[in-house]
């Protein structure tokens, strides 16, 4: 397995171009913070940026714990992946992953400064400094399962700023601001997010009325459940399948909180 690493300080847009650096490079495997990826999928590993703290999170993308490169040995093992480009921010630290990974020597190194121009860095320096953004290159359908922080506006929005990719697997990103953001806590109450599904939940053609709505928070997002009165005559169903999408699209949307689960029972039917 040929081995290549793509380096450059933090916030200067690596994860973002790490998926066209390792296609024009040959390589099928990335390895960036903690998750081995292979065609747009995380293949292995678990993300750093679920780390409620940065010291954890450094730790984690570094592999310092046997337990979180075990998975990522066996399947580079395995010799699926052809070539691996491991992203970090120093030639020190990509060999450190190297050797935790037992992956082999270094071949080539390619640095931030070689694909990116001074505007395009400054551009992502912004947005990790000053937004708290951070880039996973994998959809957001990948991590979410996982990931305890704030999934962000989708990354497409923000494409013409950074570059000209847009119909490639290049795309296909998630823009995150983890736990141990430095931008300060982001707190929104169990009373605003139920009076929002309420909101959304009641404009369902057939439901007549949210009777009552329960709100739990867990590390991975918000859970849902809420009891209604449904007209008769309408799909029940249906309308109880609207609700959910409906509510958990739009409080995500609005607040990024993520939404595990909506629960809808329905108590009564009115005539």
Known sequence: MKVIAFVGASGTGKSYRSITVASEHGADGIIDDGLLISNGKVVAGTSAKSEPTM????????????EQA????KYLKSG???????????DNMVQKIAKALDAGEIEEYIHIEDVASEEEMRLAHNMRMNEGKHVIPVPTFEIKKEFS???LHPLRRFQKNLDTEIDTAAADKSIVRPTFSYMGDYVISDRVIAAMAI???EKIDGLVKVLN?????TAHGAHLDMTAS???GYNIQSVCKQVQNVVKDNIENYTSVNVRRVHVLVKTLVM
Request: glycine content about 4%; proline content about 0%; hydrophobic content about 50%.
């Open 230 to 232: 449904v007209k008769f």
């Open 70 to 73: 075990a998975d990522i040995k």
């Open 55 to 66: 010291m954890a999170s450094v730790k984690h993308a570094m592999f310092m714990k046997d």
């Open 149 to 151: 922080g704030y999934f």
């Open 199 to 201: 909101y959304e939940a």
């Open 80 to 90: 699926k992946i052809r070539c691996l480009m491991i992203l970090g921010t120093s």
């Open 213 to 217: 709505i329960n709100v739990r928070k």
